[in-house]
């Protein structure tokens, strides 16, 4: 990164590192908890009402909308932010304060029961236009300041952010779309699981804001992205042909159009390796390449009939989640939180992270590759499972504790 985007990007990158790195604590500090609790089942009811399932909701979205979320909305930050603005510190606090908030007044009413019942969607009731208002809070500001900085700006970039404006006004309508209970079904009722199309698409959104990531930051480019912009584009073409409906995952079609992502395996690292990124980033940016490979293949090959049968709905999915979540997600996290902050993750982190995430999804995978016939010794809590519960506490612990330690050196320094 030039020495203008560093100057550019640390005046709140440490803010963005404390609210990051702490809903990532917070919501591994639950995932081991479950871990705890799914290992020795007794322990649970001693927090009655408290149970597992009012847990659950805490550790999905502040895994979500919290660790997963709050880097990304750091890099809208460097992007849109004029540092030059004497509130501008102020103002990153008060973006990421107003999304925090809402996760904290989110948790009661998790913890009190009150959820759609849709896995990531668990806002209802009450707490329903909660992060849509946080949403809005950060909206305006991005708004503002790209305002103030609008006689400097290029008309390609004043063209850019004018769309990316527009599409984040409508993010806030969608989520509180999405978590109405009456709105579409969690579950395609014709296939028991998601679409093709569904699965090419989410992915393929990923995809986007991840080739547009090293922009946001700032960094400087090499100039070799042409082609990625064009296979990306015939990319979303498929995804705009294909059956969108109810597509069963027997479809040829269905399979066929998942299968564009296998040519991303190998084409989204190549595009990072077209912008110069800070040091500290790149075994983060290495390991983020390998979670990629994995989860698309693995992605594509349970979609398979036969293998979707056997898979679905046990802790495979649990597996191929943290795969996509504590993998790929956290790793490339990693490096936009070591870009803003302009500092590497304490010694270890690293390493600890990736050694738990691995072994977590291999114990998950594992698991669930024999679910089905072994189903009444992992509900009676015998054999084999718990030995594979016990290997998933011991992943989640080394990886919360890594988020405790990075958090702490974050805090200190």
Known sequence: MNSGGATVLRPFGRTVALHSLGWLVAANVIGVWLGVTLLWPDIG???????????????????????????????????????????????????????????????????????????????????????????????????????????????????????????????????????????????????????????????????????????????????????????????????????????????????????????????LPLAWRDWNWPAATRPWLRAAAVWWALLVLTGWLTFLPGLSERLKFTHALVAHAHLAMAGLVTSVNAAIVVTLAGRAAPRGVFAAWQAGCGVFVASMLALGWGETETAAELYRGEGAAQGWFALRLAGGVAMAGASVRWLWGAWRR
Not at 92 to 101: N, R, T, V
Not at 203 to 223: F, Q, S
């Open 45 to 267: 009811d001693r927090l009655a009402p408290l149970t597992f399932g009012r847990w659950v909701p805490l550790h999905l979205d502040w895994q979500l909308y919290g660790w997963c979320a709050l880097p990304l909305v750091g890099a809208l930050l460097a992007w849109c932010f004029d540092v030059r603005h004497p509130g501008a510190g102020r103002h990153a606090q008060l973006a990421l304060g107003a999304w925090s908030l809402a996760l904290v007044l989110g948790a009661v009413g998790w913890l009190g029961g009150t959820v759609s019942g849709k896995l990531f969607l668990d806002w209802h009731g009450w707490t329903r236009p909660l992060l849509p208002a946080a949403m809005h809070v950060l909206w305006a500001l991005l708004a503002a300041h790209t305002w103030w900085r609008w006689h400097e700006l290029s008309r390609a970039g004043r063209w850019s952010r004018l769309a990316v404006m527009a599409a984040l006004l409508v993010v806030p309508s969608v989520l509180f779309w999405a978590a109405d209970r009456g709105g579409h079904p969690p579950v395609n009722p014709d296939s028991g699981g998601a679409t093709g199309a569904s699965l090419l698409g989410s992915t393929l959104g990923i995809v986007t804001i991840y080739l547009l990531l090293p922009a946001l930051l700032g960094l400087e480019g090499k100039g070799r992205r042409a082609a990625f912009g064009g296979t990306l584009a015939l990319s979303w073409l498929v995804f705009g042909v294909i059956d969108r409906g109810h597509a069963s995952h027997h479809s040829v079609a269905q399979i066929a159009a998942l299968g564009v992502l296998l040519a991303w395996i190998p084409l």
